[in-house]
């Protein structure tokens, strides 16, 4: 068989069957291996991660506890509340205890506030979360279709109108930040037509302009990659041959396009989620939204250590659980993702 030549996807996980040392693995240990791998590579990212945000923070310049305890504080004073943080050990010893409680859910405690980190996360999180998840769906459920359907409509040259409404308008909003669309949604519909809350989350039509604001950019750059692949999987050879048989365009697209397009397209949205998350944190700031976007700006300003870390390291672990279920659920949609590893 010829290498440029694609075999006609079968749909469903169990249709892959791998061959390891003249022997037939089962499908529950195949599955196995593959989530094995995949936890194994979630908590070696978790580590670097860990110790990525402890040197980071170190770096950066000044003693937090003078800026904590102002330029009036004494010698003796700010020594004392050093060696209460722990923070006159040695590097490697404040990494262990760091390390260590980060395993128990131990943060530290805040330097300016003295609040346990772990209870400021567990309550300012979950607002952001409530902010980032619904953004990121409506990203995947507007980019999917909008991609797919311009690329039907594009498709051989045709559609010359279309195509340069979508290359301009995506182009348009790829290019304007979170944070500025969010400054400008606010003066329009807060400031000039008042009909959005301007801050806070009570109420459920608070959520509505900094969703708006994150999803704009994000939606735009899936939605031409989504284009992208689904025009080459529209050419492929197994969609021309199921479009000879005369099966129903329905089944074709559901059977054919979508799982081979998802597999590529799902690929690229877990790396627009991490600037997605980032984007909740600058966004934040501008609706005055109640999670952590608004706390890390004021931490990395007053030097709080701990509360840095705890905010980092939270965020990164959602990305990098969130690339895992991503890389799972690719699995299951295209068998083939995973038989280089089995």
Same mark, same amino acid.
């Given at each position: 068989?010829?290498?440029?030549?694609? /075999?006609?996807?079968?749909?469903?996980?169990?249709?892959?069957?791998?061959?390891?040392?003249?022997?037939?693995?089962? +499908?529950?240990?195949?599955?196995?291996?593959?989530?094995?791998?995949?936890?194994?590579?979630? /908590?070696?990212?978790?580590?670097?991660?860990?110790?990525?945000?402890?040197?980071?923070? %170190?770096? &950066?310049?000044?003693? +937090?506890? %003078?800026?904590?305890?102002?330029?009036?504080?004494?010698?003796?004073?700010?020594?004392?509340? *050093?060696?209460?943080?722990?923070?006159?050990? +040695?590097?490697?010893?404040?990494?262990?205890?760091?390390?260590?409680?980060?395993?128990?859910?131990?943060?530290? *405690?805040?330097?300016?506030?003295?609040?346990?980190?772990?209870?400021?996360?567990?309550?300012?999180? +979950?607002?952001?979360?409530?902010?980032?998840?619904?953004?990121?769906?409506?990203?995947?459920?507007?980019?999917?279709?909008?991609?797919?359907? @311009?690329?039907?409509? @594009? !498709?051989?040259?045709?559609?010359?109108?279309?195509?340069?409404?979508?290359?301009?308008?995506?182009?348009?909003?790829?290019? &304007?930040?979170?944070?500025?669309?969010? @400054?400008?949604? @606010?003066?329009?519909?807060?400031?000039? &037509?008042?009909?959005?809350?301007?801050?806070?989350?009570?109420?459920?039509?608070?959520?509505?302009?900094? /969703?708006?604001?994150?999803?704009?950019?994000?939606?735009?750059?899936?939605?031409?990659?989504?284009?992208?692949?689904?025009?080459?999987?529209?050419?492929?050879?197994?969609? *021309?041959?199921?479009?000879? !048989?005369?099966?129903?365009?329905?089944? =074709?697209?559901?059977?054919?396009?979508?799982?081979?397009?998802?597999?590529? $397209?799902?690929?690229?949205?877990?790396?627009?989620?991490?600037?997605?998350?980032?984007?909740?944190?600058?966004?934040?700031?501008?609706?005055?939204?109640?999670?952590?976007?608004?706390?890390? $700006?004021?931490?990395?300003? %007053?030097?709080?250590?701990?509360?840095?870390?705890?905010?980092?390291?939270?965020?990164?672990?959602?990305?990098?659980?969130?690339?895992?279920?991503?890389?799972?659920?690719?699995?299951?949609?295209?068998? =083939?993702?995973?038989?280089?590893?089995?």
């Amino acid at each position: 068989m010829s290498d440029h030549t694609r /075999v006609e996807p079968v749909p469903g996980p169990a249709s892959t069957k791998t061959r390891v040392g003249g022997g037939q693995r089962g +499908p529950a240990l195949r599955w196995t291996l593959f989530i094995g791998r995949r936890l194994v590579r979630l /908590v070696v990212s978790l580590l670097v991660l860990v110790t990525a945000t402890f040197v980071m923070v %170190q770096l &950066i310049p000044g003693d +937090p506890v %003078q800026a904590a305890l102002g330029d009036q504080a004494t010698a003796e004073l700010v020594a004392l509340r *050093r060696h209460e943080l722990g923070l006159d050990l +040695p590097l490697i010893e404040q990494y262990l205890r760091y390390l260590g409680g980060v395993v128990t859910g131990d943060f530290g *405690r805040s330097i300016v506030t003295e609040a346990p980190v772990a209870d400021l996360l567990a309550t300012r999180f +979950p607002n952001t979360l409530g902010l980032a998840a619904p953004a990121f769906v409506l990203v995947i459920l507007i980019a999917m279709p909008v991609g797919l359907l @311009t690329a039907v409509r @594009t !498709r051989g040259g045709q559609g010359r109108v279309t195509r340069s409404m979508f290359v301009n308008v995506t182009g348009v909003l790829n290019s &304007i930040p979170d944070y500025v669309l969010g @400054t400008l949604l @606010t003066l329009v519909f807060v400031v000039t &037509i008042p009909a959005f809350p301007a801050a806070g989350n009570e109420e459920p039509a608070a959520y509505v302009l900094p /969703v708006l604001a994150l999803v704009a950019a994000p939606a735009a750059s899936l939605a031409r990659i989504v284009r992208v692949e689904a025009l080459k999987v529209l050419d492929a050879e197994y969609v *021309r041959a199921a479009k000879a !048989r005369r099966l129903p365009t329905a089944l =074709r697209y559901w059977r054919h396009v979508l799982p081979n397009m998802l597999t590529a $397209s799902l690929t690229y949205g877990t790396m627009i989620l991490a600037g997605l998350i980032a984007g909740t944190v600058l966004v934040e700031n501008v609706f005055g939204w109640p999670g952590v976007g608004t706390v890390i $700006s004021q931490s990395v300003i %007053q030097k709080d250590y701990p509360l840095i870390q705890g905010i980092l390291l939270v965020l990164g672990a959602v990305v990098l659980i969130l690339n895992m279920i991503v890389d799972v659920v690719l699995g299951v949609l295209d068998p =083939r993702s995973r038989m280089g590893e089995l």
